[in-house]
């Protein structure tokens, strides 16, 4: 019963950066002190034995969490806060980043009798409640055990021979999201869910589990898929199992399919543009998902997963307009590249990979990619500061000038900043845009 065991401290030197292991050292001091035993658990035990970077600790403390965090905190800085009903503490830092601790809960009052053998294996008990063998290992870190690995439920052999098991029957019961998860992962690092897990997915599946989730978790194991690197394979197999169907009832998978299976090569190619990965991850391939469905089916889709109103306004642009820039695109006739950047402006910067995979001819997309360059070369360096300093009086007029001002920039018609200038003026004014009025010194006498 007891773990296998062996120092993965080089493993971690080798991995960690070195923030992150200071605070690994630290959490053990700290936990010595405490007279506790801590230890990093879950994805970033997984990582570092795959020798994958993994910001993320997680902490089980045998012991009391909040008063390890609080301790904790007191060393490396942060702000704790505590989940009194748990026993689980995060700790914050001003960066965004964050150290949760959990408590391993010690059953006292199942076994009385048994303290110290109990305390022992509160933190396997901890483990055990976790989804995957490859993500239920722990490493300590109290200073004479630091690096030691704890893995009761040989997650190290299952990830040498690539397969996701779970601990037990329940698993996919106790937690649909697993399912998903399962996908994740076993997509992320190329394995295989083994036979008998892959059994019991298809079981749940059968008894409609995932329909029990609330869809706020169905949505975060959603987000967290389509921000992965390669969304694509996993969507693949989640219609394979028959897990499309709940959180797309609306959408035929095998439409939106060959989209899916480009976007990979679409975003290499509009990185290699100058695209700049938006900060909302999911976003792309969430509009490739929804692009052919009506706006009404994707309003539906928008607020049954929480959207926000700018997220869900890019999903209704996207679908109300990629047929018109399409077709301007591959237009036979010249068409200007004001005009051309005006219409596929109209799009979000997220729908250009969705874009490009729609995209058949060279013509058109050679088109797109001059649009994605002007825009980012003809960025005229006037903008509303200038304006004012002109004299002219702030208002809606500002914006129609910067906007033309642009148009000009990318059909060629000026070069640099003196003839920007220039333009902008004698835009306003042609325009008799209000001036900003100045006192008249009073008249003596
Ligand atoms: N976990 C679990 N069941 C879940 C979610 C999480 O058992 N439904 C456990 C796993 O042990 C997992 C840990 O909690 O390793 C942390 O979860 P999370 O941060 O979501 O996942 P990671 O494994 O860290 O994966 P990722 O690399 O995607 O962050």
Known sequence: NSPKSSNIRPDMQRVLPGRIMGILAKAGEVAENLNYQVYAVGGLVRDVL????????????????????????????????????????????????????????????????????????????????????????????????????????????????????????????????????????????????????????????????????????????????????????????????????????????????????????????????????????????FLAILHWTTQDTAHTICQRYFLGRRQTDKVLDTIAHWRAALKSLSATEDVPLSELTKIVQTLPREAYPLFLTLLEDKMAIRRFRLVMESVHRQKPSVNGKDIRGMGFKPGPMYRIALDALWRARLDGLISDRDEELAYVKAYLESRNAPKIETKQPEAVG
């Open 50 to 285: 795959l020798k994958v970077e993994n910001l993320d600790v997680d902490l089980v403390v045998e012991g009391d969490g909040i008063l390890m965090a609080n301790k904790l905190a007191e060393v490396i800085g942060g702000r704790v806060r505590p989940h009194e009903k748990f026993g689980t503490a995060e700790i914050l830092f001003p960066d965004g980043y964050w150290v949760d601790v959990v408590t391993a809960r010690v059953e006292y009052y199942e076994y009385p009798a048994a303290l110290p053998q109990v305390e022992q294996s509160s933190l396997k008990h901890d483990l055990y409640r976790r989804d995957f063998t490859i993500n239920a290992m722990a490493v300590a870190l109290n200073p004479g055990r630091f690096g030691e690995l704890v893995d009761y439920f040989n997650g190290r052999e299952d990830l040498q021979i690539g397969a996701i098991r779970v601990l037990h029957n329940l698993s996919f019961i106790e937690d649909p999201t697993r399912i998903l998860r399962a996908i994740r992962f076993e997509q992320r690092y190329d394995m295989a869910v083994e036979p008998q897990t892959m059994r019991l997915i298809k079981e749940a599946v059968r008894e409609k589990v995932i329909a029990r989730l609330s869809t706020e978790r169905m949505w975060g194991e959603l987000k967290s898929i389509l921000e992965e690197s390669d969304p694509e394979h996993m969507l693949d197999r989640m219609s394979e199992l028959g897990v499309w169907d709940y959180l797309f009832p609306e959408i035929t998978f095998w439409e939106v399919q060959p989209v899916i299976s480009e976007m990979p090569q679409a975003l290499m190619i509009l990185r290699n543009w100058g695209w700049a990965e938006p900060a909302e991850k999911w976003l792309p391939y």
